[in-house]
Each structure stands twice: as structure tokens, then as C-alpha cells.
């Protein structure tokens, strides 16, 4: 009696290849089950009411529309808000924090008293620790950073 060519491995095998073709057809029906669920372009469509509002419902083409005068219609850039303005402005405050050897510290503002970092490439001149000084800012990935750091003019 000769003995089977089919050895328990190539068995398996090809049980998990149709099992897996099986589900690659499953899949594939119910992508088209579901993408016939969504229904037709009709229920896809909204719509803009004369308030601005997105609404589902077609517009009624009874109702008159009121009539814009070109000229009415103003289009602007909107105003500075306070703290854009004090940011573009020179700042005063004193060096609360200064490490030569890594080259940063901080500013404490005399106005808003929040801590600002700088860098020594941010310096144009020599300062310490306690010095008063003026400086501009910039926003950094980090956050405010102080730039054009100069001593206070004494009075």
C-alpha cells in the first residue's frame, strides 16, 4: 500500500489558504454592503439657509431674496489686540537669571512681571545678573523670547 503524498503540513496550508481567500470575500461584501448603506447623492447634499446656518433642506424658491448692494459690503483685516501691540513694542525689565557658561537667562518685565528667556546671541551689550535693560520680543517654537537685549539707559 503506498502511502499518501499529503503530508499533515501541506494540509494546513491549504486550509489556511482558503480560509483566508474566505474572508477576502467576506470582506468584499461587506464593503459593498456598506457603501450602498450611505444611499444616494440626495441624502449626501446640505445646504446654506439665509442665516448662514447648514441645514438638510433645499431652499424655498417662493420666498424673495433681499437684494445686497455691493458697495454695503465692508471687508477688513480685524485690529491688534492689545497684547500683539505690546509684544511689537521695546520692553523694559531686569535680569532675574543669567548663566554665562551656557549662555541664556531670563528677563523679568517690569510691566506684566512674566519671565522671558534670552539667548546671549539675543545681547548687543554686556549684562549681568540685577542690570536693568530694554529689549524687543519674538515668538519662538519654545514661546516669547527676548531679542536685541540692550542696557537701560540710566536717568
Known sequence: MA????TFNKKEKEKKRLKKKQDKEEK???RKTHSNKGGELSDMIAYVDAEGNITDTPPDPQ???EEVELESIEISVSRKSESEEDEDAVRKGKISFFNTSKG???IRDQVTQESIFFHVNGLVDQVAEGDVVVFDTEK???GLSAVDVKLAPKV
Do not use: L
Open 28 to 30: 468584499k461584501e461587506a
Open 104 to 106: 541664556y537667562g531670563f
Open 140 to 142: 519662538t517654537p519654545k
Open 3 to 6: 502511502k499518501s503524498r499529503e
Open 63 to 65: 420666498r424673495k431674496m
